[in-house]
């Protein structure tokens, strides 16, 4: 009984070590793949508020087609005015445009070129990775988000 007590004993720090280890493995490619999910919403948002900064209309940026954001993984586009209140989005959340807290807008002002990459929960069970950018010369803001589901 103490020979099985003290080779237990000698193996647990390996043991622990490597649970430690595994652990780490999982939460880094866990903030990869996290990361990896605002890619094209940078792009877009940065893109979209550069065009309406400098006279673009949102019937030319925002696309025509809906999109449930709480059924599709596709990006969506939305605009809003300087008060954080929807002008126009490709992106519906149960016929409605998703308006993100106030706080989001204030904090993209404030970061400025350190955009936002939040994750977001408009209702229970439905998560966005957003990133909301302030359009140049107008005081609104371009928000592109992505249903997370896959990544999650």
């Known amino acids: ?19 430690g280890v595994c652990g780490l493995i999982s939460i880094a490619v ?5 990361q990896s999910l ?12 550069t065009a309406l900064g400098s ?6 940026i925002v696309p ?15 605009v809003y005015d300087s008060s954080g209140t929807p002008v126009a989005s490709s992106g519906l959340l149960d016929g409605k445009i998703p308006v993100p807290p106030l706080g989001e ?7 400025g070129n350190n955009l936002p ?17 302030p359009i140049p010369h107008n005081g609104g ?3 592109v988000g992505r249903n997370m589901r896959e990544v999650e």
């Open 1 to 19: 009984m103490k020979t099985t007590i003290r080779v237990f004993v000698a193996w647990l720090p390996l043991a622990l070590t490597i649970i």
């Open 30 to 34: 866990q903030q990869n793949y996290r």
């Open 38 to 49: 605002n890619d094209p919403q940078i792009q877009m948002a940065e893109d979209d508020a």
């Open 55 to 60: 006279g673009a209309t949102t019937t030319s």
């Open 64 to 78: 025509k087609q809906s999109i449930d954001v709480a059924a599709s993984l596709a990006p969506w586009i939305a």
């Open 105 to 111: 807008f204030n904090l993209a002002l404030a970061q």
């Open 117 to 133: 990459h939040d994750t977001w929960e408009p209702v229970s069970g439905v998560r966005i990775a957003a990133v909301i950018v």
């Open 141 to 143: 803001f371009v928000l």
